[in-house]
């Protein structure tokens, strides 16, 4: 729990940020238009389980750059996003977008915390029985 686990990058150009990215780092980027998205692959990942290989190693998404979404954003995994939502608000943070569903992989959401910086949040599904 806690640990670092997606970042986004925001654009005003996904095709210039995907240009930009893919050619200053070599970064495997695959648009996901159906969900105005872009997959950001910057490391070896396990077929099986899309996981990077590399212990510690993060991969993440280019997205469209609107409402409070416009500075890159590191997104932390936590066991319960409503519990997690909560506990922000209580320490002085706010809610900027409630948890969401992304189907077959988790849930995600955003918030503001005390010093004016936006971040995610990142709750797996729970495994099969």
């Known amino acids: 729990m806690g640990g670092v686990v997606h970042f986004e990058i925001p654009a005003d150009d996904q095709e210039r940020a995907r240009n930009f990215y893919s050619e200053?780092?070599?970064?495997?980027?695959?648009?996901?238009?159906?969900m105005n998205y872009n997959a950001v692959t910057t490391t070896p990942t396990d077929?099986?389980?899309?996981?990077?290989k590399e212990p510690g190693a993060i991969n993440g998404g280019l997205m469209g750059r609107e409402g409070d979404l416009v500075n890159p954003i590191?997104?932390?995994d936590v066991p319960?996003?409503?519990?997690?939502?909560r506990t922000v608000e209580e320490l002085g943070?706010?809610?900027v977008m409630p948890k969401n569903t992304i189907p077959d992989m988790g849930f995600f959401a955003?918030?503001?915390d005390t010093e004016g910086n936006v971040m995610g949040l990142w709750e797996n599904l729970p495994a099969a029985p």
């Open 74 to 76: 590191i997104t932390v």
């Open 24 to 34: 200053a780092f070599g970064w495997k980027i695959n648009p996901m238009p159906e």
């Open 93 to 95: 943070g706010s809610v």
């Open 110 to 112: 955003y918030f503001r």
């Open 47 to 52: 077929e099986a389980t899309s996981l990077p």
């Open 80 to 85: 319960d996003i409503d519990a997690t939502l």
